[in-house]
């Protein structure tokens, strides 16, 4: 398996644009996580899916932010309009079920907003 | 103040010694504790899980949960180059994937 698969690796823009990030989680996970870090906060999760249907959105920091999960391979992590503050690694992580199954992580996204 | 601390480091250490990385924690909710590796420009990996508390060993490493005194530890035996990396602890409660993570201790092993 070719395990979380991200893209972009890196994406620079400026203030005020519309930024996506795309995720494709493993093969049969049934849940699907969107984080941020930062050097000031650390890791943070700001949303995570259930089999496509979102759980827990209270880590999105403002409406600017929004993220969907039309199917089960496939979800997208929207910011528009962008701010320079929104610069930060973004990660998207997979887990198959609860109990002693583990988040696996992609490579993650660096974004820099000009 | 934070849910999670962690220090930052650096923390330097030569190879072949004992490393101790540590979080504490103010949720005395938290029963599932986790360890996990960083590369640079990599994603985490998760390292140890540990529920409730106790220790568990795998090869050089050692997690420690001490709930009454809301501290976790990680223990690397015959630290080496190759352990160098960000050590980020996180915990959860029961019924929830919503884990708060450390903000990370960047450890060095020095040939």
């Known amino acids: 398996d070719a395990g979380v698969i991200q893209s972009p690796r890196h994406e620079v823009t400026e203030m005020g644009q519309e930024v996506t990030l795309r995720c494709k989680p493993i093969?049969?996970?049934?849940?699907l996580f969107w984080y941020r870090q930062t050097m000031m906060r650390g890791l943070e999760l700001l949303i995570y899916f259930n089999n496509n249907v979102p759980i827990d959105d209270s880590g999105m920091p403002e409406d600017r932010f929004s993220a969907k999960m039309p199917n089960a391979s496939f979800s997208t992590l929207k910011i528009q309009p962008s701010e320079p503050r929104d610069s930060a690694v973004y990660f998207c992580?997979?887990?198959?079920?609860?109990?002693?199954?583990?988040?696996?992580f992609g490579p993650g996204t660096r974004l820099t907003v000009l | 103040q934070k849910e999670v601390e962690q220090d930052p480091g650096p923390l330097s250490v030569p190879e072949g010694a004992i490393v101790s990385l540590n979080c504490t924690y103010s949720n005395s909710a938290f029963q599932y504790f986790m360890w996990y590796r960083q590369y640079s420009r990599k994603g985490p990996e998760l390292l140890m899980y540990t529920y409730s508390s106790g220790n568990k060993e795998d090869g050089r490493f050692t997690a420690q949960v001490d709930k009454s005194s809301k501290y976790i530890s990680l223990f690397i035996r015959d630290s080496q180059p190759s352990d160098s990396a960000t050590y980020l602890c996180a915990m959860t409660t029961s019924g929830t994937y919503k884990y708060i993570f450390g903000t990370g201790t960047r450890l060095k092993v020095l040939a």
């Open positions: 992580a997979s887990s198959q079920i609860w109990s002693t199954d583990t988040q696996y």
């Open positions: 093969s049969g996970h049934d849940y």
